[in-house]
């Protein structure tokens, strides 16, 4: 028996001018706050960083989210609103916020309500992919980078090179 393709799942991610998908997210910030996170509420003040990672707690993943949050300041100033989000539940992220204190929400795509329209989604793994998207004032995708790798240098040039921030 054949399965149809699902038209919510992406193959690959959005690019630059795509419109971003909406959607309503249960995140955790430091200290255990619980939030909902809509993003057509937030783009009409700022654009939005969405920073895709794999697991909560893995060394890769780690590193990819303490990364982003040594230039939190950085991308707050610029006017970024920054998130971390990936496919695992509200228990883990609560565990590896607690642990790590990020200074942006960590967002549970549980069901991959995000993860999978803006074509961050590994059906072979069946979680996130790593990868970076901004979401402009417009709800339009302004920057993309897929396959992020969080030892790369030159990585994060590009991505503040394209924000303007290098």
């Known amino acids: 028996m054949n399965e149809e393709p699902n038209p919510d799942i992406r193959e690959t991610p959005l690019e630059i001018g795509d419109d971003a998908?909406?959607?309503t997210l249960p995140a955790i910030t430091d200290g255990a706050g619980q939030i909902a996170v809509h993003l057509y509420e937030l783009t009409p003040k700022s654009p939005v960083m969405l920073i895709f990672y794999q697991d909560d707690g893995m060394p890769i993943c780690t590193r990819e989210l303490q990364a982003f949050a040594q230039e939190h300041d950085l991308l707050a100033e610029a006017g970024?609103?920054?998130y971390a989000i990936n496919t695992n539940g509200i228990g883990s992220h609560e565990r590896f916020?607690?642990?790590d204190h990020y200074p942006f929400p960590l967002i549970s795509d549980w069901y991959g309500e995000c993860v999978k329209?803006?074509?961050m989604w590994d059906a072979d793994e069946r979680k996130s992919k790593r990868g970076v998207v901004v979401v402009g004032t417009d709800n339009r995708v302004r920057y993309v980078l897929p396959h992020f790798n969080?030892?790369?240098v030159a990585a994060f040039e590009q991505i503040f090179r394209a924000l303007g921030l290098a």
């Open 21 to 23: 998908p909406d959607f």
């Open 117 to 119: 329209p803006y074509g």
């Open 80 to 82: 970024l609103h920054v």
């Open 97 to 99: 916020q607690e642990r």
């Open 150 to 152: 969080p030892g790369s």
